[in-house]
């Protein structure tokens, strides 16, 4: 369980329901990233962050999978 995104998006007044909605990705997509049992993508991270006001790495701990990801899109 990722407490400290449940944290922040109850802090900020979302449900799941509504969070999801804003991100544009099914309720179900959101409970399984807020259990651990899914990871989104590294832009989906960012949007999350950007909407509950925090940085990604305060709730997604290993963004160094995100990073490479990103180095090698801008390489290839």
Do not use: C, W
């Amino acid at each position: 369980m990722r407490t400290e995104l449940v944290e922040a998006r109850k802090k900020r007044k979302f449900t799941q329901a509504s969070f999801s909605k804003e991100l544009g990705i099914s309720r179900s997509f959101y409970g399984l990233i807020e259990t651990g049992y899914r990871n989104p993508d590294y832009g989906l991270a960012v949007k999350i962050s950007k909407m509950l006001k925090t940085k990604p790495s305060s709730i997604f701990f290993d963004l160094n999978g995100f990073r490479m990801k990103q180095m090698s899109k801008t390489t290839a």
